[in-house]
């Protein structure tokens, strides 16, 4: 699974913002027909949206690491769900007037592998992102075990928000977010961690930091972290994500 949700700086978490996440799968040697159909239709859709205040961030992404599942992503971000609506409506409309280039999107994807997701950020920190950016972002899925959701927040407060929030600070990376699900169409436990950075080299400088940050704890507290993770996740449904946007645009 891929998908992205980002936000600018202008917005941290002031009105719960949400994402609106498209997933397809592009059949082989069909994504840059898929994409530019995208560019002709949705983009400029988009684009009027975002200067309208409407939503607040979109982008179109597709996969480094290749899954087998979807590999394409088309989100946008939104203050609230009557804002989500009208930007659905809004893009849905600019494939109505253009039947040549949804027809182009639905022969280069598999729509039977299509997925939704109705996302709502619970915690956020972003700097400035430059204009005309074209992030990298890694993204882990969690599935947080039933009941220990205040247990899992208490424990991502301590270890890693304090580690990711310099990392902004430091312009080592863009932004990190946190996100659940706004309506429960995947397990209930599941909890995206995203981050976004200008390329990958920020993911060798996030290893350097975390490694720092345990060799610089005590043996005790080590232990107590090593073994607390397993206690509020189930490690089977644990993914990592590589993604890049093709389009990206913030306020």
Do not use: C
């Amino acid at each position: 699974m891929i998908f992205v949700g980002m936000l600018g700086a202008a917005f941290q978490l002031q009105a719960q913002p949400k994402t609106m996440v498209a997933l397809f799968k592009t059949k082989f040697g069909k994504m840059p027909a898929f994409v530019g159909a995208m560019q002709k239709t949705t983009i400029p859709a988009l684009d009027q949206l975002l200067a309208q205040g409407v939503i607040q961030a979109y982008g179109l992404d597709t996969d480094v690491l290749h899954t087998g599942g979807p590999n394409m992503a088309l989100w946008f971000s939104a203050p609230s769900y009557g804002a989500i609506q009208k930007a659905n409506e809004a893009v849905m409309g600019s494939l109505e007037k253009h039947p040549a280039e949804a027809a182009a999107i639905g022969e280069a994807a598999d729509l039977d592998a299509h997925t939704d997701l109705l996302l709502e950020v619970t915690h956020a920190k972003f700097g400035k992102i430059p204009a005309g950016a074209l992030p990298v972002t890694n993204l882990s899925l969690f599935r947080v075990k039933t009941g220990k959701d205040k247990d899992w927040e208490r424990a991502a407060a301590k270890y890693f928000q304090p580690l990711y929030d310099k990392l902004v600070d430091d312009g080592v990376i863009y932004g990190y977010q946190y996100l659940a699900q706004g309506m429960h169409t995947e397990n209930p436990g599941d909890t995206w961690f995203l981050v976004s950075m200008p390329d990958m080299s920020a993911m060798d400088k996030i290893d350097a930091a975390f490694a720092a940050r345990m060799k610089a704890m005590s043996a005790d507290e080590r232990s107590i972290f090593e073994h607390l993770l397993p206690t509020l996740q189930e490690d089977a449904e644990h993914r990592d994500y590589i993604m890049r946007a093709i389009a990206f645009k913030a306020n």
